[in-house]
């Protein structure tokens, strides 16, 4: 009789036991990561005047930019007008053979942030990346 008993407690305890262990297992896994980025448009489009002989050659872009957290954000608001004229700066640098290549985007998005960084008074950089959305030479 007694070993009927322990039997059917032996029954019960090893499936509890396997949840339990399951349970456990499924806790310790790590969670999927979400990837976090944050984003910053300094106002609406940029539009100056391209470093070249016809003075009526413009460029127009919209550019949002990736920063190192929502505290930069909050602190770019207060400096919009600084990263403005940091981007007029570099754009009204540019050639029309800078702008009319395609793989020279990279250069300029490399160029802006650098010298947003450069401009801004923090110990840090803020900036990341620099996307276009749009950009035409007018």
Not at 117 to 137: G, M, S, V
Request: include cysteine; aromatic fraction near 8%.
């Amino acid at each position: 009789m007694m070993k009927k008993s322990m039997l059917s407690k032996i029954a019960i305890i090893i499936p509890i036991i396997l949840i339990a262990l399951f349970v456990i297992s499924a806790c310790d896994s790590p969670e999927p990561r979400i990837l976090t980025s944050f984003y910053y448009t300094p106002g609406g489009p940029f539009t100056t005047n391209v470093n070249d002989n016809d003075p009526r050659r413009r460029i127009r872009c919209t550019i949002v930019f990736e920063v190192v957290d929502e505290r930069a954000i909050e602190e770019l608001d207060e400096v919009v007008f600084k990263v403005r004229s940091s981007v007029l700066s570099v754009l009204g640098e540019l050639t029309i053979p800078e702008i009319t290549t395609h793989r020279d985007f990279e250069d300029i998005s490399r160029r802006l942030i650098e010298r947003i960084n450069e401009d801004l008074p923090t110990d840090h950089d803020l900036f990341k990346q620099a996307y276009f959305t749009e950009f035409a030479l007018e």
